[in-house]
């Protein structure tokens, strides 16, 4: 898969499209966990940033991180953002992925990334193919819709 496949790449591509002017960064690393995020933080999130969109989990519970340990880093994350006076949208993938709560408590908006097994997927299994990045991007539009909203009514 190429980097214009991945789903920053679409998402930008469509908001654009629909006029937006927005510059969308990946800034997440392969593998990356909750705490990493925490530590990377000064230097991923740059000072104009206006909206986030956060999905962490999986890499934590593959590397057997205590879930209560990921949702604190998570909601130390999303803290630090609104803080920040950074609109975020928080990514979940359902039970134990599921970060409404941390949403609702922060004030973030919160969808979840929801695709059946198998034809969607790349060839790791694991992360989603161009397609299925496509079917996300649409499932995620709204929220992001309302952020870049909120962004322009300040």
């Known amino acids: 898969m190429t980097p214009s496949d991945a789903y920053p ?4 591509a469509v908001l654009r499209g629909k006029g937006y002017k927005v510059a969308i960064k990946n800034a997440g690393l392969n593998g990356d966990t909750t705490e990493g995020a925490l530590r990377r933080f000064a230097s991923a999130i740059g000072r104009q940033t206006e909206v986030a969109i ?3 989990g999986t890499n934590d ?11 604190a880093n998570l909601d130390a994350l999303v803290h630090k953002l609104r803080k920040r006076n950074i609109e975020v949208l928080i990514i979940g993938f359902g039970a134990p992925l599921d970060f409404s ?7 973030a908006l919160y969808t979840q990334w929801k695709l059946p097994p198998g034809q969607y ?4 299994g694991v ?5 299925g ?6 499932q ?5 819709e309302a952020l870049l909203d909120r962004v322009t009514k300040r």
């Open 121 to 124: 997927r790349a060839s790791d």
């Open 61 to 71: 519970l593959h590397s057997g991180v205590p879930a209560e340990k990921m949702r």
């Open 54 to 56: 956060v999905e962490f």
């Open 127 to 131: 992360h989603y193919n161009a397609e």
């Open 9 to 12: 790449a679409q998402l930008q």
């Open 140 to 144: 995620m539009l709204p929220n992001v």
């Open 133 to 138: 990045y496509s079917i996300l991007v649409a």
């Open 101 to 107: 709560d941390i949403a609702g408590a922060r004030g």
